[in-house]
């Protein structure tokens, strides 16, 4: 038993510590920080079953049922025990809670800047689209009863040609971002909730039917970056795969230039 | 009080003497209780067969299987969402709490049966129905459903939505419905015959820790089964009736308008895990009676703080109330919410070792006797440890931002409600064996299972840690579309093969349960050397439990090694002076 346990524990730990299967090279300016926290609850809760393991293994060798073995001792427990154990686990748990707080809070709590970029990405069973609101920065508005998939980006989000703002909107497959530059990403969805997961730039959020959900962040590396949807939503969800593109500004500019040329043709 | 037990009275019913009545509409809670765990037997295996067509396909999508052929990815979802449902209701629901609290409670509380026979047979019955109404849902046109054991809206709003969500995701929701008022109807006869149905002496500080989880565990039921049987029926008024609770205006779904407006699909979220979140500490909390009794029995030693055991899974069931949102963090609810219950679940983490401590401080100094029930309970400490602390990374909502759908997520709650439940389930089965049949379960088989189980479910399941932070999302059918889960797939192969075999182990025990009710030893009425009220009965016991004689309850519920007694025991009825205090 001794063996067993102890066994599961180092290999299990070992695993863990070679970092052999990590998360991808991060991407984004706020995932640093999401990291750092994860490796700090690593260590803990790696010390705290180390510890409980080991200690399992261990008594149940030790005080194992032999000829000579002491007999068991007649204890109902230790009240001072009891409350020093209660105290260190509130404390590690709830302070870790703590500690991480102001990580939650600059990605969710807080806002994007007010110079942020802004896309709005709409999740349809099972493809992205990515719009950008053109040099009035403003969204036009969309009408997901009139949406057509087979119009292509624009008419597949139902985009309202009547409604002015909607003239220079952008419709793109692949989110396409300046390097070092904070988006503002709204989330939308056509038919059920879609999770925009760009594991890479450490990015998660539901894109819930009926809500305009916000995220935001920066990337800080060029290069292409995979979406993949995290949340059940249908037979083709493990094939829901999107592309988040970065580039240096100067190229996403020429590229931005290029499409408002194309729509203004149309 | 000379007439011990008026109630007693109230619910003598003589023995029944035909089959019908005495083995399938029986009164008899020990009846009941074995009927809920061959219930739960065959879902366990029909659960685990969907598990290994899951891995099968995952790993190799093209495989032809004999009778099934091939598995689309629709499949796959189907598969999934069919053995979550079915484990969660029909195993870990089912076994610890309706089984074994069925045969176990009445009698370690002193009492010939459960307060209500008639409602007890009926919960059992409806049980049964709701299960049937879930496996039908395989046969209809459209098959069953795919919308995961979540059931998320509008996917499951909405028939159109996919395959499976015509007449099977119907049939889902009203076999949850069915099962809710059972379940109800369980808890309300549980929390009865706890409180009013003690023998003499069986003061609340008396109860074996069994029965404060299955206390506890009924009164969870009694406020969280509501919820999600008020929740099912608003789905199913909005797919078929046309209201809107859970669907928004404006959405199109596959091409076509949706006619729903002004719903919320995190309202659907909200009552689901108001329900969920209970429903994880109704899988657990009997497995950690179970162990806390196993662990004490084969340590030979009173259990470590039996106070802060009462407490810490009290405490348990309080909080588990306020912590549902922690399944939510990336669900678009209020980030400050998100917050509230960050703090709420990280507390919940403070009982939940407060539980460690105390076993590991059983076994401490006591002197251990390795039969199978106490290795299985010693397993649950490890796995109750292992899938605890991937708790504390889940509470984080910054951290879920990783790990959310992820396979991190898989593998902590399988370890933590799926696979230590059925530890305490094993545990159970092997410890209670003898006084249900009357014989010996084979102690070789029983630890050869254990042996195979546990390295078998590390295997399979530590390795989804690893998948997890390396980002590999959870419900997918397959890692071709997606580059970076290309390297992750000889890990998801070591699973695969690894489930094959843990769950080919499984057979140990069924040859084992079959083999030794027929052809086991024949057991005495104690043959662990046990202190609670069901060892001072007969094994099987008759009828009524204490054949007329109401048992008078004396002592604490775990003296063991007791200074000054005659034997390293003194059982909860003995007449003897020591110990003098409890």
Redesign the interface.
């Known amino acids: 038993?001794l063996v067993?346990?102890w066994l599961?524990t180092l290999v299990?730990t070992y695993?863990?510590y070679t970092g052999?299967?990590?998360?991808?090279p991060l991407a984004s300016a706020h995932g640093a920080?999401?990291?750092k926290?994860?490796a700090l609850?690593?260590v803990?809760?790696g010390v705290?079953?180390l510890a409980?393991?080991l200690?399992?293994g261990l008594?149940?060798w030790k005080?194992?049922?032999r000829s000579g073995?002491?007999?068991?001792?007649?204890?109902?427990?230790?009240?001072g025990?009891?409350w020093t154990?209660?105290a260190l686990?509130?404390v590690l748990?709830?302070g870790?809670?703590l500690m991480?707080?102001n990580?939650?809070?600059a990605?969710?709590?807080h806002g994007a800047g007010p110079n942020a970029m802004q896309v709005e990405v709409t999740a349809?069973?099972f493809t992205w689209y990515f719009r950008y609101p053109g040099p009035d920065g403003k969204f036009g508005r969309v009408?997901?009863?009139k949406?057509?998939?087979s119009l292509g980006n624009e008419g597949a989000l139902?985009l309202d040609d009547t409604d002015p703002a909607s003239k220079d909107d952008i419709v793109a497959g692949v989110l396409m971002l300046p390097v070092n530059k904070e988006v503002d990403a709204t989330?939308r969805a056509?038919?059920?909730?879609h999770?925009f997961?760009v594991?890479?730039m450490?990015?998660?959020?539901?894109a819930?039917?009926?809500?305009m959900?916000h995220t935001h962040f920066t990337p800080t590396q060029t290069g292409d970056f995979?979406v993949?949807?995290?949340?059940?939503?249908?037979?083709?969800?493990?094939?829901m795969?999107g592309t988040v593109r970065v580039v240096s500004e100067q190229e996403f500019n020429q590229w931005m230039a290029e499409r408002q040329a194309e729509k203004q043709q149309q | 009080m000379s007439e011990v037990h008026a109630e007693a009275a109230v619910h003598a019913h003589a023995a029944p003497t035909g089959f019908i009545r005495k083995y399938i509409f029986s009164l008899d809670h020990k009846v009941i209780g074995i009927q809920y765990y061959f219930l739960a037997l065959v879902a366990v295996f029909v659960g685990m067969f969907l598990s290994l067509l899951m891995r099968i396909h995952l790993v190799w999508p093209m495989a032809h299987l004999p009778l099934l052929g091939e598995i689309k990815p629709e499949t796959y979802l189907t598969l999934l969402t069919m053995h979550g449902t079915i484990m969660v209701f029909f195993v870990l629901t089912t076994a610890p709490q309706s089984g074994f609290g069925n045969y176990v409670l009445p009698i370690q509380i002193g009492a010939p049966d459960m307060a209500f026979p008639v409602l007890n047979m009926l919960s059992f019955w409806t049980t049964f129905l709701s299960f049937v109404i879930m496996l039908a849902a395989f046969f209809v046109e459209g098959g069953a459903p795919l919308h995961g054991w979540t059931g998320y809206a509008p996917l499951s709003a909405i028939p159109s939505a996919g395959p499976g969500q015509t007449l099977g995701a119907d049939l889902w929701i009203i076999s949850i419905a069915v099962f809710c008022a059972a379940s109800l109807m369980g808890a309300l006869n549980f929390i009865t015959t706890t409180l009013d149905l003690r023998a003499r002496g069986m003061s609340l500080m008396r109860l074996p820790l069994t029965c404060w989880s299955w206390f506890i565990t009924a009164i969870l039921g009694l406020l969280a089964f509501g919820v999600l049987a008020a929740a099912g029926i608003l789905l199913l008024l909005d797919r078929n009736v046309g209201t809107s609770f859970f669907v928004p205006g404006g959405l199109v779904m596959t091409g076509v308008p949706v006619k729903h407006q002004g719903g919320s699909p995190l309202l659907w979220q909200h009552l689901f895990w108001f329900f969920g979140h209970p429903e994880v500490y109704i899988a657990i909390l009997p497995g950690m009676g179970v162990a806390s009794q196993v662990l004490s029995t084969f340590s030979r030693k009173p259990i470590f703080g039996y106070r802060a055991m009462v407490y810490a899974m009290l405490s348990i069931g309080i909080l588990g109330f306020v912590v549902w949102g922690h399944h939510m963090f990336m669900s678009g609810m209020s980030p400050y919410s998100a917050f509230a219950f960050s703090v709420m679940t990280m507390a919940i983490g403070v009982p939940s070792a407060i539980k460690t401590f105390n076993w590991l401080g059983t076994i401490w100094r006591g002197r251990v006797r390795f039969y199978t029930p106490m290795l299985f309970a010693i397993g649950f400490v490890s796995l109750f440890v292992s899938g605890g602390l991937s708790g504390p990374f889940l509470a984080q909502p910054q951290l879920d931002i990783n790990l959310h759908d992820t396979y991190f997520v898989v593998a902590h709650f399988h370890l933590i409600m799926g696979v230590a439940a059925i530890f305490g389930i094993f545990a159970g089965t092997y410890y209670w064996f003898p006084k249900m049949f009357g014989r010996m379960m084979n102690e070789r088989l029983g630890q050869a299972h254990f042996w195979l189980t546990f390295i078998g479910t590390y295997a399979i399941f530590m390795p989804m840690h690893y998948l997890g932070i390396a980002g590999h999302p959870r419900r997918y059918s397959q890692l071709t579309e997606v580059k970076f889960l290309e390297p992750l797939m000889s890990l998801q192969e070591f699973i695969t093969i690894a489930a094959l075999i843990t769950i080919g182990a499984q057979i140990i025990f069924v040859i084992n349960l079959f083999w030794s009710m027929f052809k086991g030893a024949k057991a005495t009425a104690n043959p662990w050397e046990a202190t609670t009220l069901e060892w001072t009965v007969p094994s099987p016991p008759p009828h009524d439990n204490f054949g007329g004689r109401v048992p008078v309850v004396r002592h604490g519920p775990y003296e063991y090694a007791v200074p000054g007694a005659a034997r390293d025991y003194v059982m909860q009825n003995e007449e003897s002076t020591v110990p003098a205090h409890s």
């Open positions: 038993m067993v346990i599961i299990s695993f863990f052999q299967w990590s998360p991808l920080a999401i990291d926290q994860m609850t690593m803990l809760m705290v079953f409980a393991q200690g399992l008594f149940v005080y194992r049922d073995a002491p007999a068991a001792t007649y204890s109902h427990g230790h009240i025990l009891e154990w209660t686990t509130a748990f709830v870790l809670n991480g707080y990580v939650w809070a990605n969710r709590i349809v069973q009408d997901y009863q949406s057509d998939a139902g989330l056509q038919d059920v909730i999770n997961n594991p890479a450490r990015v998660k959020q539901d819930v039917p009926g809500l959900v995979e993949a949807c995290a949340e059940l939503c249908g037979l083709g969800h493990y094939k795969r």
